[in-house]
């Protein structure tokens, strides 16, 4: 059964701690990214990466770090530098090639820092 | 900058009435739209694409150029409708960008 998995789905972090946050796909997906889920507020984009080894940030970094060490993983790292970290993020991969631009989501990972 | 954006946080209709979920955009090119949608407790999960020109579970949306909207329609508003709904764009080369959403709530 393909798809994207999240873990974990709850997550309490006391103020000053890091915490990373698993993202896992097997639809062979080239693109990976993150999103914070805000009410009132969509979805923004932290970081992206189109390919292994290679990421970007998106429009709300500051605070965050990812890696990309292998296609099917993209974790992401939740630093004490982040402000207000308390959030539902948001793990989706995209197919790559010519007509295939749709996003695929995770469940998603609540984070509440204590 | 690319933008979208849609007025109306909470919608609320009656079951059988009709609805309209407004999305407007900002972006000089050709943008492809989508419409994403989050059930009570269930992923993020595409409900259409502009490109696409189908009804999916009786919804439709025109892509207007001249107006730069793309509003989520359908006839005769169900129960199981009730949901947060979100249009999204994205450019050629670029990733997507979200609205707030709106949530649609469908009373009996």
């Known amino acids: 059964d393909g798809g994207i998995t999240q873990s974990p789905k709850y997550l309490f972090r006391k103020e000053g701690q890091n915490v990373t946050l698993s993202c896992e796909q097997n639809?062979?997906?080239?693109?990976m990214y993150w999103y914070r889920q805000d009410p009132g507020q969509g979805l923004r984009l932290i970081y992206y990466?189109?390919?292994?080894?290679?990421?970007q940030k998106g429009d709300i970094a500051e605070g965050y770090s990812v890696s990309r060490e292998k296609k099917e993983s993209f974790p992401l790292t939740v630093t004490s530098a982040q402000k207000n970290p308390t959030a539902f993020y948001l793990c989706?991969?995209?197919?790559?090639?010519?007509?295939?631009?749709?996003?695929?989501f995770g469940a998603g990972s609540r984070l509440t820092v204590l | 900058a690319q933008r979208v954006t849609q007025p109306e946080k909470l919608l609320s209709v009656f079951k059988g009435a009709p609805v309209e979920l407004k999305c407007n955009y900002s972006?000089?090119?050709?943008?492809?739209l989508f419409w994403y949608v989050q059930y009570s407790r269930q992923r993020l999960q595409l409900l259409l694409r502009?490109?696409s020109r189908e009804s999916i579970k009786g919804f439709t949306a025109d892509l207007n150029k001249g107006e730069t909207s793309f509003h989520l329609k359908k006839p005769f508003a169900q129960e199981e409708d009730s949901a947060m709904y979100y249009c999204?764009?994205?450019?050629?080369?670029?990733?997507?960008?979200f609205g707030p959403g709106t949530r649609l709530s469908v009373l009996p």
């Open positions: 639809l062979n997906h080239d693109a």
């Open positions: 990466s189109q390919i292994v080894n290679d990421f």
């Open positions: 989706a991969s995209q197919e790559g090639g010519a007509g295939a631009n749709v996003l695929t």
């Open positions: 502009h490109i």
């Open positions: 999204a764009l994205s450019a050629y080369g670029q990733n997507f960008v």
């Open positions: 972006y000089s090119g050709s943008p492809e």
